[in-house]
Structures are given as structure tokens and as C-alpha cells.
């Protein structure tokens, strides 16, 4: 997971020169995961100086998912956990963006994040979007269209391609074989094409 939002945050230093100014203010969408806790106490913390100095989370918007329901009953739990971290509830995507440099969209369902991106992309904002990049290869491909579209860096991964060959290729072997559903992108989907982009395909 630290591997994920380090490469975040060099793409960060990279597109908006991070050194001109104190603090690169972070906004999160979706607080129906544990990525969007995980994240805020590692940026929030200061227990490591690598991902605190010069970031900090400082405004959310919580949903989300409104019909998984095993992520929408974590929300309210993990508005309060952010809040105890200094984390501003906001009611609207719009209302984060005026509060914020940057986007980690976590929402869990895939199916909101075409439209969710949307907005930050208007904005005019660099996003992360948590796996999975969108729910079909359609709403995959439409993000990065309309990333590029108004000219906003957008950044999509998981944690298997910041592994070693070595590592990645046990840890896919160990998984059993995903099935997929037609024009559906999984995690498990994402993976796969990872090992093969580092040069290490699963037989």
C-alpha cells in the first residue's frame, strides 16, 4: 500500500511542482474502504516522514457506495476515524474541490468512478483512482479519454506490480485462476496483465 501512494505522490512533485509551496492539500472520495483510513493515518500521522512531509488529507467526501452493503456500513465508523485525524467532512464532491489540490479517489464501488472522476477531472485536479479503474473496460478507457480530455493527470495501480518478479508471480500462483465476467475489469483482471507487463507471465 505504501508503495502505491509513494508513486502517487511522485506524480504529484512532478505535475505541480510540489517544492513551490508547504503543503499539498489531499482530498479523499469514498470513505466505504479501508484504503481511505489506511491512507489518511499514514499521510496524516507523521509516524513516517516520507508520505507526511508536505501532504496532508484534509477534507473527504464520504460515499461511496450507497448499495455494496458491506461498504456502506463502514461509513459512518470510518467518517469518525478520519475526523480524529484532522479530516474535514465535506457534502459534496464540488464542496471538496474547492478545498483541495489533489483527488485519492477510493470509493469501492467501480461502478461510480467514471462519474466520480468526471468531476475532478473538470476541476481541472490530479486524481488517483483506487482498483478498480472502473467497473467495464468501457468506463476504464472513457476515465483516461476524459483525463485527457481536460488535461488531468490521473494514476491507477495495485500493490502486485511494486512487487519483485520473484514475489508477484508466487502471489499470483497462489491465487486461484479469476473468472471473469464479460468486459468486466477485476482486480484479479488487473493483475494478470501487471505480471505480464513486468515481463513475468503466469503459466
Known amino acids: ?20 509551496q508547504k503543503i499539498m492539500k489531499i ?6 474502504t479501508s484504503h481511505s483510513t489506511a491512507f489518511t493515518e499514514l499521510i496524516n500521522s507523521g509516524s513516517d516522514e516520507t508520505f507526511s512531509q508536505g501532504f ?9 457506495s450507497k448499495t455494496i452493503q458491506s461498504s456502506y456500513e463502514r461509513i459512518p465508523g470510518y467518517i469518525e476515524k478520519v475526523k480524529t485525524q484532522g479530516v474535514e467532512i465535506v457534502s459534496s ?6 478545498k483541495v489540490d489533489c483527488v485519492l479517489l477510493e ?3 467501480g461502478r ?13 485536479k490530479i486524481c488517483y483512482i483506487d482498483k478498480p479503474i472502473g467497473a467495464t473496460l468501457g468506463d476504464a478507457i472513457a476515465i483516461y479519454e476524459m483525463a485527457e480530455k481536460y488535461n488531468s493527470a490521473v494514476m491507477n495501480t495495485l500493490q502486485m506490480c511494486m512487487m519483485s518478479r520473484k ?12 473468472r471473469l465476467k464479460k468486459n468486466r475489469v477485476t482486480s484479479g483482471y488487473t493483475a494478470s496483465i501487471r505480471v505480464r507487463w513486468k515481463g513475468a507471465p503466469v503459466k
Open 107 to 109: 470509493t469501492n464501488d
Open 93 to 98: 464532491i464540488a464542496d471538496l474541490l474547492d
Open 167 to 178: 514475489n508477484t508471480v508466487a502471489a499470483a500462483r497462489n491465487r486461484p485462476t479469476p
Open 112 to 124: 461510480l468512478h467514471l462519474e466520480q472522476a468526471m468531476e475532478v477531472f473538470k476541476a481541472g
Open 1 to 20: 500500500m505504501k508503495n502505491r501512494i509513494a508513486f502517487f505522490f511522485i506524480l504529484l512533485m512532478i505535475s505541480v511542482g510540489i517544492y513551490a
Open 27 to 32: 482530498g479523499i472520495i469514498g470513505l466505504d
Open 56 to 64: 496532508r488529507v484534509v477534507a473527504a467526501y464520504p460515499y461511496g
